[in-house]
Nanobody, 119 residues
Framework: QVQLVESGGGLVQPGGSLRLSCAAS????????MSWYRQAPGKERELVAV????????HYADSVKGRFTISRDNAKNTVYLRMNKLKAEDTAVYYC????????????WGQGTQVTVSS
């Protein structure tokens, strides 16, 4: 059974930092693109960052470039999102997502973790 479990969310002041973790089980990540999405109240879910294991390539939303870093530890089957210089507009529920790049239609979501940026 595939599971993605996020952790690391919380309340942080503007300008602060957090590191989110997504622990994957039930599959190995080598053929998956791992992503972080977020959804703020009243808004659609949006892609924040993607990492592809095959070539280590990454992609970021313009709104987080230079502030967020996505990384993965294949030995631990875990993906991280390091968030620096947090802003109030980063407040959202952050979701981990796994997309199988080999088998069509295989994609999984975590349950989400709340990030609140407020003074």
């Amino acid at each position: 059974q595939v599971q993605l479990v996020e952790s690391g969310g919380g309340l942080v002041q503007p300008g602060g930092s957090l590191r989110l973790s997504c622990a994957a089980s039930g599959f190995t990540g080598s053929t998956y693109a791992m992503s972080w999405y977020r959804q703020a109240p009243g808004k659609e879910r949006e892609l924040v960052a993607v990492i592809v294991d095959a070539d280590g390539s990454t992609h970021y939303a313009d709104s987080v470039k230079g502030r967020f870093t996505i990384s993965r530890d294949n030995a631990k089957n875990t993906v991280y999102l390091r968030m620096n210089k947090l802003k109030a507009e980063d407040t959202a529920v952050y979701y981990c997502h796994a997309l199988n790049l080999v088998v069509a239609g295989q994609a999984y979501w975590g349950q989400g973790t709340q990030v609140t940026v407020s003074s």
